[in-house]
């Protein structure tokens, strides 16, 4: 028997810019979003049967329809409005509603003018079921480094091995993470925005005051931090491309070279990536 396995459909790049003008300066809020629905769809892939299916271009229009009402406070509740929207629908089991919120700030004083914040991205996926509702919040392309307390060494060595230990490293990488809220913390009774807020200091800090004997070991300190921290939170995932910064070779030229100067290079790079959770 053959017969349509998992599936779900949904429309992507949706891209939203609202202006809030009730405050000085105004506030701009700049959106990618995704929705996904799953449910009883297998007649429209078997059957070509589009009774049930909502058009994505719906999907679109709805977003757009409902930024006004609810596009007022965390990107988490616009989500979950959005996505509870589409579970009103009979056929639909699940609601995926995938957010980037794109940073900008105020020029100056000036009530009206704006620069794009590109430093890091905040994310968002709210997961809308008839069995409950699931919340996932992130950031992704933040660019961090250390230029000491970093290190690397007692790794394996064979005879495709041409790594040097060291102590004393730069360490750079471009974060993306997510963490999951507890179910058990009524994750909709979460200040969505504070909590966000609160968990990229504690990364930010945590980063900058530990000393890395790896990109491993410090996704574990950074991570355990954020959940020791922040109850509310069930797990956190990291992925951490190692962006390696190679000291140049400068004895050719007869100069020393001390730690000083580097050839940064992004690709090859090491990927290291995890999830800390709590324990049973």
Known sequence: MIEVGPNSYGKSAIRLVKVVRGATPHRVRDLTIAIALEGDFATSYSEGDNSGVIA??????????????????????????????????????RAKVTIAE????????????????????????????RDGDAFRAGIADLSIMKTTRSAFAGFPRDGFTTLKETDDRIMATKVTASWAY???????????????????STLLEVFADHHSVSVQASIWIVGKAILERHPEVGEVSMSLPNLHHWTYDLSPFGIDNDREVYISTTEPHGLIEATIRRGA
């Open 56 to 93: 994505t271009d719906t999907m679109k229009n709805t977003a757009y329809a409902l930024a006004g009402e609810h596009l007022t406070g965390s990107i988490e509740a616009y989500g979950l409005a959005l996505g509870r929207h589409f579970l009103a629908a009979s056929q639909v089991e």
């Open 102 to 129: 794109h940073a900008w700030l105020p020029i100056g004083g000036a009530p009206d003018a704006f620069t794009r914040d590109g430093s890091s991205t905040r994310t968002a996926v709210v997961v809308a079921g």
């Open 182 to 200: 507890d179910p058990g913390a009524d994750a909709p009774q979460v200040d969505f925005d504070a909590s966000f807020a609160a968990v990229r």
